[in-house]
């Protein structure tokens, strides 16, 4: 059909019928259309906005461009159109170099739900022949309310957990979602989900979105009145041949919730109905969980018995229902987990912890563990697998399953009591491993599904955002594993919807790690419950749940409270690792340590689901004071003084590490810093001056580094007093403390009047680290320079 005839017919199509469905944040029972106009392309047609689909005005249409030569083709004029009132379907045909055709179909769909209106889009390429250069999409958009007053303001779902609230104006505002290959580094805002909110607009906010099974770069801008802006992502087809169609998702949103308040949590849930509709919630029961335990087959295989009876004594029975018990170290190997794949089921017997422990088990032993467990009260999960771990020292190790980067180096995985020999990453992408996996499920299930409330896969973070393996053909390794998670995921709901699939992708400790856990159920993932690692895993289980393990649930239990009280996160308990102590080898004094925080966790309802402010800066702590003339910073060795502290980790992280000038990470551990050793606290950290100075303002600045595993609140100190020793009597005079139990990078305190100091000292009282241990990077002093 010629598009001037498509035209003529659209529009007579409108003119009989109202077809589309109403925003009623406009006006009541107004129409909402979709129309294709041969000048802009298609059109979104509300009461309130008008948006352009195809085009801004700086791009005519979407393109299509091939690098590196930079050649591109527009799409502009479509091969074939067909229409339906809310739905349009065009196909264009380009030629690629080398003269290969792609040919590319889109589907534009009106959906409405309540007031809600969204345009979903598939976008597909479909290559004649495998295309080896890079292909870059280009997808212009703008949106022009019908009113004035616009204020617009874009809001972005960070990595890091933060909603980021920025106006938009003439300088786009970049924002990125990255996996397979990422068009930027630290010059865009990387987001956890590809959707970005706008508000500010008169009558309602917007959305737009795209699906997360690849990267989207998202500019948007202000200009002329308008939302102006553009998609784009590239298929990086030098490295990875686009042989195959390759078919995108794409939304954009329309609310009448004009607040950025409100509308930014409807758009994230409107991103995950339009993106991922084929991907459901997990099941309620999830987020009545208030405590979370681990065992590693503890005590020679006898701990879970013990610690599931006591818990059960200890509990009432509504309180055991809001407990989620993990099997772990089950199987006889990693990789294997206890799978014959040639009788493709679970082996009739085997030894768990082979190499230390010997533990022999069978199907009908572990059901009646997991039964134990579940006829107790409690909810039951059964440990997956250590993510693409496979250890080399058994039989069935398959060397061509093996992850290898560009230059052959395989990965080395997790090593310990059970393992036989060094256990390497494999493959997601080798469609053989993907087929085990699968089948290994498959088996999983019929053999212990009936006893178990869902499976925990953990340490999904092994496939890195932009890992790519060569064998057995080129391919991105993170869209495969979340095409896994996925459709292991949709096995284990296909079985039983209130069964669940949990992923572990450690984001905030493990860097550059793709969110997972947005297809599967939740997180419950092996980050020590750190607490600057939590907001990593907000946005990608937004829907969902966000839990860690604690292998220090005695000695680390200030890092699960923090989670508790600060994020509404599980009490997580566990046994068989690290501290190895499950409740029957509790204390009374821990036992109702932990208990009370649990019945504490039981009376909180909502968990915090995204950040207001950057986490980061609040993890820096004070900002540092701009320089001052006259004043100077008289604890340092430069100027004379001497440092001396309870103890000191010498030669790496001396006391007079403390006093060299250096407010940074750099050297740290080569004689810049101070740490204590490691035994009771108090330790202190004392500097003397060459003679008395007028001081003003002390400085402490903690270990901290942005790195999520590095930051003040993993190993900084927190709470402590500042003392001055008195000329006249000797005794050490307190001017400062600091009691409010946090870790952040600098604080700085300034007193209400100099003080007269020759000596002084930091005594630290509490830390975050579990080692006990006290870490500054600088202590200073600051006061006017008499000399």
Request: proline content about 7%.
């Amino acid at each position: 059909m010629k598009s001037t005839e498509f035209h003529r017919v659209w529009s007579m199509l409108l003119a009989l019928a109202s077809v589309g469905p109403a925003w009623v944040g406009a006006s009541s029972g107004a129409a909402v259309r979709l129309a294709w106009d041969p000048s802009t392309g298609a059109v979104l047609e509300t009461p309130a906005v008008k948006v352009w689909l195809d085009r801004n005005e700086e791009m005519p249409a979407a393109e299509v461009r091939f690098l590196p030569d930079g050649s591109r083709q527009v799409l502009d004029r479509p091969t074939t159109t067909e229409l339906s009132p809310a739905c349009l379907k065009l196909t264009y045909r380009l030629t690629a170099p080398a003269g290969s055709v792609i040919d590319v179909l889109r589907t534009v769909t009106l959906v409405e739900s309540g007031n809600d209106v969204a345009v979903v889009e598939t976008f597909a390429l479909r290559p004649s022949q495998p295309v080896t250069v890079d292909v870059e999409i280009f997808r212009p958009f703008a949106l022009f309310p019908k009113q004035a007053g616009a204020q617009p303001g874009a809001t972005c779902p960070l990595r890091s957990g933060w909603a980021k609230k920025v106006a938009l104006c003439g300088q786009p505002l970049a924002a990125e979602y990255r996996l397979g290959h990422a068009l930027t580094g630290d010059d865009a805002s990387h987001l956890a989900l590809p959707v970005v909110h706008v508000s500010g607009l008169p009558g309602g906010s917007a959305a737009v979105m795209a699906d997360p099974a690849f990267s989207s770069l998202w500019e948007i801008s202000w200009k002329d009145d308008a939302v102006q802006g553009r998609s784009r992502y590239r298929y990086a087809g030098s490295r990875v041949p686009l042989a195959h169609e390759e078919t995108r998702r794409f939304g954009l949103w329309l609310s009448p919730r004009a607040e950025a308040t409100a509308g930014f949590p409807a758009a994230l849930d409107a991103f995950f109905a339009q993106m991922l509709p084929e991907v459901p919630p997990g099941p309620k029961w999830l987020h009545d969980i208030a405590m979370v335990g681990y065992d590693y087959l503890s005590d020679g295989g006898e701990g879970w018995d013990r610690d599931v009876r006591l818990l059960a004594e200890w509990l009432s029975p509504a309180e055991r229902r809001r407990v989620a018990l993990c099997l772990h170290g089950w199987y006889d190997a990693i990789g294997s987990y206890s799978y014959d794949p040639q009788a493709r089921r679970i082996k009739d017997a085997w030894v768990a912890f082979g190499p230390t422990r010997k533990i022999p088990l069978t199907p009908a032993e572990l059901k009646r563990r997991l039964r134990l467990a579940r006829e107790s009260g409690f909810r039951v999960l059964l440990y997956f697998g250590d993510g693409l771990a496979s250890d080399s020292g058994v039989p069935g190790f398959r060397d061509a399953w093996v992850y290898r980067d560009a230059h052959g180096n395989a990965t080395r995985g997790w090593q310990g009591p059970d393992t036989f020999g060094t256990t390497y990453w494999l493959n997601p992408a080798h469609p053989e491993v993907r087929a085990w996996f699968l089948d290994y499920l498959r088996a999983l299930l019929e053999a212990f599904g009936p006893e178990v409330d869902g499976l925990v896969w953990d340490e999904t973070f092994q496939s890195k955002i932009g890992q790519i393996a060569a064998e057995p053909e080129p391919a991105y390794c993170d869209r495969a594993m979340l095409a896994l998670v996925k459709d292991l995921t949709e096995r284990v709901h296909a079985l039983d919807p209130q069964k669940v699939f949990l992923a572990s992708d450690c984001s905030g400790v493990i860097p550059d790690v793709p969110g997972y856990a947005m297809v599967a159920d939740g997180t419950y993932q092996d980050t020590a419950c750190q607490p600057a690692a939590w907001s990593w895993g907000l946005f990608a289980n937004w829907r969902n749940v966000l839990w860690s393990c604690n292998w220090a649930d005695v000695t680390g239990l200030n890092k699960t409270r923090y989670g508790v009280e600060t994020y509404g996160t599980p009490v997580a308990i566990s046994n068989g690792w690290g501290d190895d102590r499950g409740p029957s080898e509790w204390t009374p004094q821990q036992r109702e340590q932990i208990l009370a925080l649990f019945h504490r966790r039981l009376q909180r309802a909502e968990r915090v689901r995204y950040l207001a402010a950057d986490p980061l800066q609040a993890q820096r702590g004070d900002p540092l004071p701009a320089a001052e003339a006259g004043l100077v910073n008289w604890a340092l060795a430069s100027r004379g003084s001497r440092a001396q502290a309870s103890s000191e980790d010498a030669p790496r992280y001396p006391a007079a590490g403390a006093i060299n000038g250096v407010r940074d990470t750099t050297d740290w551990g080569n004689g810049h810093g101070w740490a204590s050793n490691a035994g009771p606290r108090p330790h202190w950290l004392q500097v003397t001056f060459t003679r008395p100075q007028p001081i003003r303002r002390f400085v402490v600045i903690t270990y901290h580094h942005d790195d999520a595993a590095s930051t003040a609140q993993v190993w900084g100190v927190k709470d402590y007093e500042l003392q001055v020793r008195d000329g006249r009597t000797d005794a050490w005079r307190t001017v400062v403390t600091e009691s409010q139990g946090r870790a952040v990078g600098v604080r700085v305190h300034d007193l209400p009047q100099a003080v007269e100091v020759k000596e002084f000292r930091i005594v630290v009282r509490q830390v975050a680290p579990a080692d006990g241990r006290a870490r500054l990077l600088q202590l200073e002093a600051w006061g006017a320079d008499g000399s």
